[in-house]
């Protein structure tokens, strides 16, 4: 009885979302500042440890999900709108990395605040050309042994659209082998997510130990890198929304203010949820009952969407680049900022819809320059607050999109939901 009654108790803990778990180990950390002060250090390998977790996770990750992400995608169904959306979202993802990057720049939200214990040493500096070519790899093994982010998504992206094909190819043989390789994808995949999952479980602790020690060093420094950074992404996103997704309806000849009124219950939801995944169903049914939307295409555009096309992620992790390198007092050449630009586009593909993805994969945009993974836990604490707002613009963004190239192609029954009312 008493074992059972613990390993209850441990079932709702391990149901418990993990968000509050950081909220509480944060405040524990905040107390055990004013008690210890510096003393703090000693439960630093617990932080190390939820560090070595995360290194320990990406490289497979990266790899294993987006073949699989990049195989999901069948050649021969897409059709012409499914095309033009897929490289509307990848445009759109480039765009708010772009303006990720500004900010930052503008900003410096981490400028001043120096990270106790962090040294590092800048790469020798390569020019633009020789870093574009260094994205391919010539030793793709060698790569992903080598921690190398940009060449082994390439690799995966090769290795992803290849599959894709071969698995509609017209001999019945490499189909059913491209088949197979597809699930031991789809598996590994989950198999990633699982171990994810535990990281984000044991997260809380790591998150206290570091931010136990960090403040513990520095006091409260951290509070106003803290505003700079979450104002910085309520900027991006009013950027990304007012006028890129403002500019998109416009230029395919949408009345914005209509759009909005249908897209607000979806963006509510996302900002709620911190999940795109999870508004998917108030996405999916806002466009066919208040857009209008042909389901053939949105039954395709909006999933897809909410797997790849991340926006909002895509200026979080730039900002969260630009905070780690003011953090280290460095200052990213051009070609490296291309690299982190790149690197935040294909590790918002990569993110789950799921609440608090884009922190674990903030750890491809930072390797991809070689940043300091410290920053990760770091940002946790406010992750809440971050993902709430990314999220929001996620979902906006997939809708957005969605309905521009249902117009052009004549997908948009003009006579239902928001267009029908004055
Ligand atoms: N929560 C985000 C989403 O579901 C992903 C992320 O963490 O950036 O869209």
């Not at 107390?31 to 932080?47: C, D, E, F, H, T």
């Not at 897409?78 to 990057?101: E, M, R």
């Not at 911190?274 to 857009?291: C, D, N, Q, W, Y």
């Not at 997939?398 to 928001?418: E, N, P, Q, R």
């Amino acid at each position: 009885m008493y074992v059972g009654a613990r390993i209850e108790l441990l079932g709702r803990y391990l149901e418990f979302p993990v968000i509050y778990k950081y909220r509480h180990r944060l405040r524990a950390g905040d107390n055990s500042w004013a008690g210890g002060g510096a003393g703090i250090v000693v439960i630093k390998p617990l932080g190390d440890l939820f560090l070595r977790f995360l290194k320990m996770i990406v490289m497979p990750l990266i790899f294993f999900t987006l073949v699989l992400g990049s195989a999901s995608i069948d050649p021969k169904k897409l059709g012409k709108a499914g095309d033009l959306v897929i490289v509307i979202y990848v445009i759109t993802s480039f765009i708010a990395a772009t303006i990720g990057l500004s900010i930052g720049l503008a900003v410096h939200p981490g400028a001043g605040f120096k990270l106790p214990g962090v040294t590092y040493k800048p790469p020798k500096p390569v020019n633009f050309i020789q870093t574009m070519l260094s994205w391919i790899p010539t030793n793709p093994f060698g790569a992903l042994a080598e921690f190398k982010v940009i060449p082994t998504i390439i690799f995966a992206l090769f290795v992803g659209i290849s599959l894709a094909y071969l698995r509609t190819s017209n001999d019945e043989r490499v189909r059913e082998a491209a088949e197979t390789t597809y699930k031991v994808f789809d598996a590994l995949s989950e198999v990633m997510y699982r171990i994810v999952r535990f990281v984000l479980e044991v997260a809380p602790y790591g998150v206290f130990a570091h931010m136990a020690v960090v403040i513990g060093k520095t006091g409260v420094a951290l509070f106003i890198p803290y505003l700079k950074l979450i104002g910085s992404e309520v900027l991006g996103i009013a950027l990304q929304i007012g006028l890129v997704y403002t500019g998109i309806l416009l230029i395919a000849g949408i009345n914005p203010a209509k759009f909005f009124r249908a897209a607000v219950e979806p963006m509510v939801t996302a900002f709620v949820t911190g999940s795109s995944s999870g508004t998917l169903p108030v996405t999916m049914r806002i466009a066919e009952e208040k857009l209008g939307i042909d389901r053939g295409l949105y039954s395709f555009t909006l999933p897809l969407g909410a797997t790849i096309n991340m926006d909002g992620t895509a200026i979080y992790m730039t900002l969260v680049a630009v905070f780690a390198a003011d953090i280290v007092g460095r200052t990213l050449s051009f070609g490296e900022l291309v690299t982190v630009a790149t690197a935040a586009v294909m590790a918002s593909v990569g993110a789950a819809g799921a609440p608090s993805a884009g922190l674990i994969m903030l750890t491809v945009t930072l390797g991809s320059v070689g940043l300091p993974f410290e920053v990760i836990p770091l940002i946790a604490g406010i992750d809440v607050i971050l993902d709430m707002l990314r999220t929001m613009n996620n979902v906006t963004g997939d809708l957005t999109v969605t309905t521009a190239i249902a117009k052009k192609y004549g997908l948009i029954d003009f006579s239902k939901g928001v267009w029908a009312s004055s």
